[in-house]
């Protein structure tokens, strides 16, 4: 696996994991994250690039710190 898909699919992971706990549904998330909910799927399985516009967006809604994510990711 490139290093590059490897950030996509463990940044994804965790937000999956963290969204799973938080919203009844991906829908639910994509909406209060302000994107398409096949935008949403596609990052959960680490096969869209984030910007950081939208990893704010997506942090804010997990109520997660951007650093700590990418902390906790390994970046």
Request: aromatic share 6%; charged share 35%.
């Amino acid at each position: 696996m490139s290093k590059e898909k490897d950030i996509l699919v463990r940044v994804g992971d965790y937000i999956g994991k963290r969204a799973k706990v938080k919203f009844k549904s991906n829908v639910e998330f994509a909406n209060t994250c302000d994107i398409n909910e096949s935008t949403v799927r596609r990052i959960l399985q680490g096969k869209q690039n984030i910007s950081l516009k939208v990893l704010k967006r997506i942090c804010e809604a997990l109520d997660v710190k951007m650093s700590d994510l990418l902390k906790e990711t390994g970046f």
